[in-house]
């Protein structure tokens, strides 16, 4: 399960990484998903112009970026 978890989780980053290049990640809202972790993930948000944090639940939903710092590089705005 754990396994699951970790191919997961590298193909999350790996898709907003990708779509980061075509600049899609700025546009999308996060959504926590429908398991019950707590991971502190980012989006940009369009009202304050900043990436902004929000707990991702683990599985499911939509994590536009993985870490903050990846959020600024994407230039958003």
């Known amino acids: ?16 990484l990708f779509a ?22 980012y989006y940009f948000d369009h009202s304050t112009k900043k990436c902004e944090a929000f707990t991702w639940g683990g599985c499911d939903g939509i994590v536009p970026f993985e ?6 590089k994407c230039g958003c705005n």
């Open 67 to 72: 870490t903050k710092e990846a959020c600024e």
């Open 20 to 41: 980061c290049q075509k600049k899609e990640a700025c546009n999308l809202d996060p959504e926590t998903g429908n398991c019950f972790a707590a991971f502190t993930k």
């Open 1 to 16: 399960m754990l396994s699951k978890k970790i191919c997961f989780t590298a193909i999350l980053f790996s898709i907003s």
